[in-house]
């Protein structure tokens, strides 16, 4: 019993591969990163797209509504390319609500791509978690600049979540709680945003 990941569709990663060589192809660094490591992974019968796992977004008037997991829209497949001691990077690929059209979003450099790694290697060492079986996501607000990672439960009420910092790796301070706690923590927030955002289009 521990962290398990997603199992993405063929489709999705026939569109991770498809963005991936065309990105490489541009960027000869990152390439030659990406290629190093699929020789590496190639040679210890791994895949390269390791940690593949589902990206959940939520509106703010979602938020401000309440509701929990039902709130919570799934949009797409989030793979890590290199791990931190690489310089982290992750392939990102987006599909529609019926989850039939995939599209190669991104290859992202950004912070929160190390912070994932670290998460997982965190997050996997505590008993709590070991003790019983989450699926590894992320939860990303980009209104709120908010990433967050999602444990998810068979039963709902079981959900962890853990919000990152850019800046700052995961440590026992950052506390883990229930995603009904996390989105209610969110709502005063998301309530002035949207007020903002209406005062401007007036």
């Given at each position: 019993m521990a962290i398990t990941f997603a199992r993405p569709s063929a489709e999705s990663l026939r569109e991770l591969d498809r963005g991936v060589r065309k990105v490489s192809s541009v960027d000869t660094e990152l390439g030659g990163r990406l290629k190093a490591r699929a020789r590496a992974a190639a040679a210890a019968s791994a895949p390269l797209d390791q940690l593949p796992h589902k990206i959940y977004t939520i509106g703010l008037e979602?938020?401000?509504?309440?509701?929990?997991?039902s709130r919570l829209k799934l949009i797409g497949d989030r793979y890590i390319l290199e791990g931190a001691e690489g310089g982290a990077s992750a392939g990102e690929v987006y599909f529609d609500e019926g989850g039939q059209t995939h599209t190669f979003a991104e290859v992202n450099l950004g912070p929160f791509t190390r912070r994932t790694v670290e998460a997982v290697a965190f997050l996997s060492k505590s008993r709590k978690i070991q003790a019983d079986d989450y699926e590894f996501s992320v939860i990303r607000i980009p209104a709120l600049y908010v990433f967050a990672v999602w444990l998810q439960h068979k039963e709902p009420e079981k959900d962890l979540v853990v919000i990152l910092d850019a800046k700052q790796p995961l440590t026992a301070r950052r506390k883990l709680r229930t995603l009904e706690a996390?989105?209610?923590?969110?709502?005063?927030?998301?309530r002035k945003a949207l007020k903002a955002q209406r005062d401007l289009a007036v």
């Open positions: 979602d938020l401000v509504a309440g509701g929990g997991r996390f989105l209610s923590a969110l709502r005063k927030e998301a």
